[in-house]
Every structure is written in structure tokens, then in C-alpha cells.
């Protein structure tokens, strides 16, 4: 077994514990800012397990996360690299241990900020995109704070409040629907979602 799984079966043994909660609100915080496990898979559990608390669950996982992105932003901005533009330890530590974090992504991330700001952001926020890579290189770059914290509390919220509203609607029969097809429903929904901001922009 991998340790990539071991750890997310570790995750998910939060469930079964009274400290469940705080489980969710740690893990959304350290996802956010270099962990590689989504807070998804226990979120579904907890609500699973108790589907009235669903959208307290989604709170403390948008609170978390938020929190979390803050923290990915401070890395970015005072500690990524040196005054030269080198790449510090922590830096390198980052490449090296979280997956899909690679040079070639974050040259693009900081290519993409110049155009989109808040839509860099917003969709991987909502989206599989690894929140850790934008949270970090909106630091780096030095997004606009406000618009940063605005983006970050609008895809997470969205994000888990959604899975929280169809596990309280839907119940045990919706969790392999979202375990299969949620990533693609996210990146269909951010397409749609932008899409329709760029026709309005530059078609009405």
C-alpha cells in the first residue's frame, strides 16, 4: 500500500471519532497550504455519518480552508524565496513532497496571474486543481489580498457546501456518485461558470 493511501485511509478514520470536527477543520488548514489529501473524503464521511450536521460540517471545512489558504499566501510571500529570486529549502521541500507541484506548474501559475487574478483562484478552489500550488504562488506574486480571501471563501464554500447539500438531500446513494464523477462535474461547472462571465465581457 502506497503511502499515499495509507495516509488516506488515516483520513478517513477521523469519521469514527468524537474529534471528527476538529479532524475536518485541521485537515481543510493543511491542504489548503501544503497536504496533499483533500478534505473532501472526510467531509463525505462526517456527513455521511451524521447528515443534519451536514452544513456545519461544510462550514468548518470553508473556515479551515480559508484559514489554511492565508497560511499558503504568508509561505508564498515571506518565505518562497530569497531577496535574490532564488528558491529557499522550503521551497524545494515543496517540490520535491507534494504531488503535481513541479517548476512547470508553478511557471505557469505565475504566468496565468498576470491575465486572471481572481479566477486563477476561484477555479482551483472549486476545482481538482491542487489548492496548495495557487494559495502559495498568490503569496509569491503578491495577488491582491482582498481579491485573494474573496475568490478563496466563494470556490471553497461552493465547493463543500455543495457535496454537504447532496449528502443531506440524497444521503448514502449519492457518495459514489460524487466519489466517481465530483472532479468533473467541478471543472464542467468552473467552464460554465467562466465561460458565461467572458461572454458577457466580450459578446454583449
Not at 110 to 119: A, E, G, I, T, V
Amino acid at each position: 500500500m502506497s503511502i499515499l493511501k495509507k495516509t488516506y485511509n488515516w483520513v478517513l478514520s477521523w469519521a469514527d471519532s468524537r474529534w471528527g470536527a476538529t479532524a475536518l477543520f485541521i485537515l481543510a488548514f493543511a491542504e489548503a497550504s501544503f497536504f496533499p489529501i483533500p478534505p473532501d473524503v472526510l467531509l463525505i464521511a462526517l456527513c455521511l455519518g451524521c447528515a443534519a450536521k451536514s452544513f456545519r460540517y461544510a462550514l468548518i471545512c470553508t473556515i479551515g480552508s480559508v484559514v489554511g489558504a492565508i497560511a499558503g499566501f504568508g509561505i508564498g510571500y515571506f518565505l518562497w524565496q530569497t531577496p535574490s529570486g532564488e528558491f529557499t529549502a522550503i521551497a524545494d521541500f515543496f517540490f520535491r513532497i507534494i504531488p503535481g507541484f513541479t517548476h512547470e506548474q508553478y511557471d505557469k501559475i505565475s504566468q496565468m496571474y498576470n491575465q486572471y487574478n481572481f479566477w486563477v483562484v476561484f477555479t482551483a478552489g472549486f476545482s481538482p486543481i491542487p489548492y496548495k500550488l495557487i494559495t502559495i504562488t498568490a503569496g509569491v506574486f503578491n495577488l491582491h489580498f482582498l481579491t485573494f480571501i474573496i475568490a478563496s471563501i466563494i470556490s471553497r464554500g461552493l465547493r463543500f457546501f455543495l457535496i454537504a447539500w447532496l449528502i443531506w438531500k440524497f444521503g448514502q446513494p449519492i457518495k459514489h456518485f460524487i466519489d466517481k464523477y465530483f472532479n468533473w462535474l467541478a471543472l464542467a461547472f468552473t467552464v460554465l461558470l467562466i465561460g458565461g462571465f467572458f461572454v458577457i465581457k466580450y459578446v454583449l
